[in-house]
């Protein structure tokens, strides 16, 4: 008999016992269901994130579902010891040498947009540390972002989606977007005088978001940085008009003649700085030390290059920097993941996945 | 028998429930993490890293507590298909303990990513990189841990079953306390 009790208890002990022997697990996995976003389908999430990238610009099978079009490069940074007083950070140490994989590109879903079609570029690098480990950053050319969280960046990204009628964003939506979203002012007065670059070699990328330093006294220090060219606009210099494909050639053709270098600013910020607003730029006159010099002197196609791998989340620290309370860090690390396995997926052929289209298509996306 | 407390020995006791919080934190700490975008993102990732290899050296030290103490016989009047049963989720539950944090940190080798479980401590990588093994393993991780979850709520269910309904002390076992028979 396998239940040799349960003649001699009660019933509705019985029932009860059974009830707990099932409401337990159940509610265990109500819980998890939960936790894991399923019960809620409004919460923001890295996956709904990724998902309007897609809705605004394609899918477009083994590229980045932002910042798609771009080109690898690598070099190395050559460490001027005057960031060692803030961060022990081993790239910052005197005389290191650290070698650089980056990659250039343009923002937008889209990897086959012309050049001109945004006034914005991107560097990206991973430093590989001599101790192994590696600092991972992604920087843009503008002084402030548009908006300070990932529930305003989904907005925005939402508002630009394009409308199936005229294939491009509705203007009503966006007005309405900037409207409710006041804190994109400082960031379009910037885009009303930018203009598309004619080279990725003569803009400065910044940071945007802000970080920690911690220095040898353990001192901890809220930081920016940015990265200013060496080289400057011929004067004139605009991007050659009706060319969708210029930024990769001008690379090649400047690459060739030699290394193109870049300063490492590293500002420091006043008590009382925002750390937690990439929209806000920080006074001109707070301290800013040059922590060395970026040389780059190769580059090779994305398609093959080895930054095609290399997820550029900015969340990817040594010991010496780390994350403010900026929340668009975390969202970054959360959704460039996303993003990260679903063209790792493609590359690999995994079923389920959109297939990896190796030509251009005639009709681009908007 | 080997066994003859009817109880499992106190150290595997205490690293059952131990690591039974462990695991099911981990669980929770994984699908929310992967579903938000808040600060939480952040430092759920910063807990489950280390928290993860800690559970591998637990469930090393486990099999190896297992195998100095015999656990205590099932019952003899549980019918042979519930004795498969629990002898089975229970292998599969040290295979889903030891496999789970495997495949995290290969998945990280694999993605080229230092495999750091705090600020400057980094484990070597035990996977060569490359974006078709970082796919599988990436997606193995979350197959594997839905697999572990349902694993767990059976496991679960027994236990009350054997504590509630059958009450053959079998939960006694492994709660501690006197066995009644
Ligand atoms: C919540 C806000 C943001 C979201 C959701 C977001 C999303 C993304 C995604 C999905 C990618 C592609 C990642 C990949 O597949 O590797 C990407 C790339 C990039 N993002 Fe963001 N981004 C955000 C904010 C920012 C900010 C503030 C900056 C500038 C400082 C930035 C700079 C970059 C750069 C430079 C890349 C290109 C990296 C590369 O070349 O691989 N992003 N972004
Ligand atoms: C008992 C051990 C572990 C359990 C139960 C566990 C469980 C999980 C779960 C449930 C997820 C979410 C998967 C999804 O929904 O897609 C996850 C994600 C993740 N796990 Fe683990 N994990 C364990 C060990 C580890 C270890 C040791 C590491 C690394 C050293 C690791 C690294 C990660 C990472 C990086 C992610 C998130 C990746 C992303 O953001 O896409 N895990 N884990
Ligand atoms: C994720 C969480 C858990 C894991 C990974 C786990 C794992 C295991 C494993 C591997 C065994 C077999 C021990 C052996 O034969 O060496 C076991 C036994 C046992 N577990 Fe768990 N457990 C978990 C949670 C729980 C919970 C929540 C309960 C009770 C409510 C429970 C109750 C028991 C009992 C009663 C046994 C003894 C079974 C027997 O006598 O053969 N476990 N557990």
């Known amino acids: 008999m396998p239940d040799p009790h349960a003649s001699t208890v009660p019933l509705a002990r019985r029932a009860g016992a059974w009830f707990l022997v099932l409401a337990l697990p159940a509610a265990c996995a109500l819980a998890f269901a939960w936790v894991g976003g399923w019960l809620s389908p409004q919460r923001l999430t890295p996956r709904r994130l990724i998902d309007q990238f897609q809705a605004n610009a394609g899918v477009h099978p083994g590229y980045r579902r932002n910042h798609a079009k771009g080109v690898c490069v690598a070099g190395h940074f050559d460490s001027s010891g005057e960031a060692a007083a803030y961060s022990v950070a081993q790239v910052f140490a005197p005389g290191q040498r650290t070698p650089v994989v980056g990659r250039f590109a343009i923002p937008g879903g889209n990897p086959y947009a012309p050049d001109g079609s945004v006034p914005i570029r991107s560097m990206a690098l991973r430093f590989a540390l001599a101790n192994g480990q590696q600092w991972r950053t992604g920087m843009n050319s503008m002084p402030v972002f548009p908006v300070a969280t990932p529930q305003a960046f989904y907005a925005q990204l939402q508002a630009g989606q394009p409308d199936p009628a005229t294939g491009k964003p509705d203007p009503k939506k966006l007005a309405a977007f900037f409207a409710a979203h006041p804190e994109t002012a400082a960031f379009r007065a910037w885009a009303k005088t930018a203009k598309p670059s004619a080279s990725f070699a003569t803009d400065g990328y910044w940071s945007l978001d802000a970080f920690v330093f911690t220095g040898p006294d353990g001192q901890r220090h809220a930081v920016r940085w940015r990265m200013v060219p060496e080289a400057v606009d011929a004067t004139g210099a605009a991007a050659p008009a009706g060319q969708p494909d210029y930024l990769d050639a001008d690379l090649r053709q400047r690459l060739a003649q030699g290394p193109l270098r870049w300063k490492l600013l590293v500002t420091l910020a006043n008590p009382g700085d925002p750390t937690n607003d990439a929209t806000k730029a920080w006074p001109d006159d707070r301290r800013t030390i040059t922590a060395g010099t970026l040389v780059v002197d190769s580059e090779q196609a994305q398609d093959s290059g080895p930054c095609r791998d290399i997820n550029y989340d900015p969340t990817v620290l040594p010991d010496g920097i780390a994350i403010s309370d900026d929340p668009l860090l975390p969202a970054r690390s959360a959704a460039y993941a996303d993003s990260y396995l679903r063209r790792t997926s493609e590359e690999a052929h995994l079923p389920g996945t959109a297939r990896v289209d190796t030509k251009p298509q005639a009709e681009a996306h908007p | ?67 100095r103490n015999p656990p205590p016989p099932l019952p003899a009047d549980l019918p042979a298909i519930q004795k498969l049963a629990a002898h089975a989720s229970h292998w599969l539950l040290y295979a889903l303990m030891i496999a789970m944090p495997l495949v995290g940190w290969a998945m990280l080798s694999a993605g080229g990513y230092p495999v750091m479980l705090g600020d400057s401590l980094r484990l070597p990588p035990i996977f060569p990189a490359g974006p078709v093994a970082f796919a599988v393993l990436r997606h193995l991780h979350t197959w594997l841990a839905m697999l572990l979850f349902l694993t767990f709520l059976a496991h679960l269910g027994a236990a009350l079953y054997h504590g509630l309904i059958r009450r053959d002390g079998v939960l006694a076992s492994m709660v501690g306390g006197s066995r009644k028979s």
């Open chain 2, 1 to 67: 028998m080997n066994n003859t407390t009817g109880l499992f020995a106190l150290p595997a006791r205490i690293l059952h429930w131990l690591m039974a919080a462990a695991i099911l934190a981990m669980l929770f700490i994984g699908v929310g993490m992967v579903a938000s975008v808040s600060e939480r993102h952040a430092w759920l990732l910063r807990i489950h890293k280390p928290l993860g290899i800690a559970i591998l050296l637990l469930a090393v030290l486990r099999l190896a507590v297992r195998l």
